[in-house]
């Protein structure tokens, strides 16, 4: 009887038991064949990946967890430490990887990877870069959560750097589209066609302002900044000195250049003399009056201070880089009652130049003077061609802001809204970069 009772508690345990079991869940089997070669025409930073899908894609398969590592430096290998780089959804089979690079600074190895033994040894090689390899992963995720086991590359690959980046074809356009303009506009200026360009009052006063100081009986002072003649702002300022000293020169008035690098005084003395001899008064010329003062920045603006309120010169131009000496040089100026004309690409100190100057060359004025003053067709082709650019430039902004307000306004889910926000984020990550 007891033997009978124990079997039946068995057999009905074993019946509840098969019954209430969980069915085991089932890990996706892992993707095969995983390749890695570097992407064609880029700039060295991207990887192309592509596998085949795990034999569970279908049933089981979530997504593909895509995970990169550092694997060596130099000609030494490194334990490999994996990070995830994408989620990429179940049924697609390749991915590029992006932001690579080829090679690393000897500081940016230190920080990145400190004490490791091999990279220590490439370290003692004296490399100033070191070559960095990569290695990558894919596993397959499942619905649940469950993960495959790792497919991994068998080698490092180093991304390399091509000779065209194809993702900026539209730079190419963009640079024939510049020259083009440049070229149209000098040939149309060549046979005779006029340039029309808006005027700029502070180059239409430098006659006011040599013939003032001509009929007053004084000097003209010009300041080609404080910079020197690696500074485009000085060479600016060394093409309107050209067309004040002829005008200096036809006119008999003293023009005075003085100056804080050794160079300029030297380019400003050619400058100075080529234009007296175009004005046909090499005999008025006088080099001592284009000289070198000092390099220390307010060592030289405590001279003009001096020399500008003994001398009282009746027109005074500024023209170049200038810092905190703005003010000072034009309020002094100003207190002593000259005409004066300034110009300079230094957002800071363009207000102070505003207000205490008669005119002011607000930043591309200042840069399109040569042209304005010469009239030559090459530079005028030029300057047009530049606004051809800007059009671009300018159609390009109020192009993405409309698309970005369309794209909210229709819907960012939706074709069109995707649409355009693939081309807003194209102009935002390619084009601007």
Same mark, same amino acid.
């Given at each position: 009887?007891?033997?009978?009772?124990?079997?039946?508690?068995?057999?009905?345990?074993?019946?509840?038991?098969?019954? *209430?079991?969980?069915?085991?869940?089932?890990?996706?089997?892992?993707?095969? $064949?995983?390749?890695?070669?570097?992407?064609?025409?880029?700039?060295?930073?991207?990887?192309?990946?592509?596998?085949?899908?795990?034999?569970?894609?279908?049933?089981?398969?979530?997504?593909?967890?895509?995970?990169?590592?550092? !694997?060596?430096?130099? #000609?030494?290998?490194?334990?490999?430490?994996?990070?995830?780089?994408?989620?990429?959804?179940?049924?697609?089979?390749?991915?590029?990887?992006?932001?690579?690079?080829?090679?690393?600074?000897?500081?940016?190895?230190?920080?990145?990877?400190?004490?490791?033994?091999?990279?220590?040894?490439?370290?003692?090689?004296?490399?100033?870069?070191?070559?960095?390899?990569?290695?990558?992963?894919?596993?397959?995720?499942?619905?649940?959560?469950?993960?495959?086991?790792?497919?991994?590359?068998?080698?490092?690959?180093?991304?390399?750097?091509?000779?065209?980046?194809? $993702?900026?074809?539209?730079?190419?356009?963009?640079?024939?589209?510049?020259?083009? @303009?440049?070229?149209?506009? =000098?040939?149309?200026?060549?046979?005779?066609?006029?340039?029309? =360009?808006?005027? /700029?009052?502070?180059?239409?006063?430098?006659?006011?302002?040599?013939?003032?100081?001509?009929?007053?009986?004084?000097?003209?002072?010009?300041?080609?900044?404080?910079?020197?003649? $690696?500074? /485009?702002?000085?060479?600016?300022?060394?093409?309107?000195?050209?067309?004040?000293?002829?005008?200096?020169?036809?006119?008999?008035?003293?023009?005075?250049?003085?100056?804080?690098?050794?160079?300029?005084?030297?380019? *400003?003395?050619?400058?100075?003399?080529?234009?007296?001899? #175009?004005?046909?008064?090499?005999? @008025?010329? $006088?080099?001592?009056?284009?000289? +070198?003062?000092?390099?220390?920045?307010?060592?030289?603006? !405590? +001279?003009?201070?001096?020399?500008?309120?003994?001398?009282?010169?009746?027109?005074?131009?500024?023209?170049?880089?200038?810092?905190?000496?703005?003010?000072?040089?034009?309020?002094?100026?100003?207190?002593?009652?000259?005409?004066?004309?300034?110009?300079?690409?230094?957002?800071?100190?363009?207000?102070?130049?505003? !207000?205490?100057?008669?005119?002011?060359?607000?930043? #591309?004025?200042?840069?399109? !003077?040569?042209?304005?003053?010469?009239?030559?067709?090459?530079?005028?082709?030029?300057?047009?061609?530049?606004?051809?650019?800007?059009? =671009?430039?300018?159609?390009?902004?109020?192009?993405?802001?409309? *698309?970005?307000?369309?794209?909210?306004?229709?819907?960012?889910?939706?074709?069109?809204?995707?649409?355009?926000?693939?081309?807003?984020?194209?102009?935002?990550?390619?084009?601007?970069?």
């Amino acid at each position: 009887m007891q033997s009978r009772l124990i079997g039946s508690w068995l057999a009905a345990s074993l019946s509840l038991g098969g019954a *209430a079991a969980p069915a085991l869940a089932r890990t996706p089997a892992r993707p095969t $064949n995983l390749i890695a070669v570097d992407h064609p025409w880029d700039d060295a930073q991207k990887i192309d990946l592509t596998w085949e899908l795990s034999p569970d894609d279908a049933d089981l398969v979530q997504s593909y967890q895509v995970l990169k590592a550092v !694997a060596r430096i130099g #000609e030494a290998e490194i334990p490999p430490e994996f990070k995830v780089v994408e989620f990429v959804p179940a049924g697609r089979d390749s991915f590029t990887v992006r932001g690579l690079g080829r090679e690393l600074k000897r500081w940016q190895v230190q920080q990145e990877f400190g004490e490791i033994e091999a990279v220590a040894a490439e370290l003692a090689k004296g490399d100033k870069t070191l070559h960095i390899g990569y290695a990558f992963q894919v596993i397959a995720r499942g619905k649940d959560g469950s993960v495959s086991t790792p497919l991994q590359t068998t080698i490092p690959i180093t991304p390399s750097m091509q000779w065209f980046d194809g $993702n900026r074809r539209y730079f190419l356009a963009t640079v024939f589209i510049f020259c083009g @303009a440049v070229v149209f506009f =000098i040939e149309a200026g060549r046979r005779g066609r006029t340039l029309k =360009i808006r005027k /700029i009052a502070g180059l239409e006063a430098v006659d006011e302002a040599v013939g003032r100081a001509t009929e007053m009986g004084r000097s003209v002072l010009f300041i080609i900044g404080i910079q020197d003649m $690696n500074d /485009i702002q000085t060479i600016a300022g060394i093409n309107i000195l050209a067309r004040v000293s002829k005008t200096a020169a036809t006119y008999d008035a003293k023009i005075e250049v003085p100056t804080c690098r050794a160079l300029v005084m030297t380019t *400003a003395r050619e400058t100075v003399h080529a234009a007296f001899m #175009e004005a046909g008064r090499p005999d @008025a010329y $006088n080099e001592d009056l284009i000289y +070198y003062v000092t390099d220390e920045q307010f060592g030289f603006v !405590a +001279y003009l201070q001096g020399m500008m309120v003994r001398e009282k010169p009746a027109a005074c131009f500024y023209m170049g880089s200038f810092f905190a000496e703005s003010l000072i040089l034009a309020e002094t100026g100003n207190s002593i009652g000259a005409i004066q004309i300034a110009g300079t690409a230094q957002p800071a100190q363009l207000p102070f130049f505003v !207000a205490a100057c008669d005119y002011t060359l607000i930043g #591309e004025e200042f840069f399109a !003077a040569s042209a304005y003053l010469t009239g030559t067709p090459e530079e005028l082709g030029s300057l047009k061609g530049q606004d051809v650019g800007k059009l =671009i430039v300018g159609a390009g902004i109020i192009g993405g802001v409309l *698309a970005l307000t369309l794209a909210n306004l229709v819907g960012p889910a939706s074709p069109f809204g995707t649409f355009l926000l693939d081309a807003v984020l194209y102009f935002k990550t390619v084009v601007l970069t």
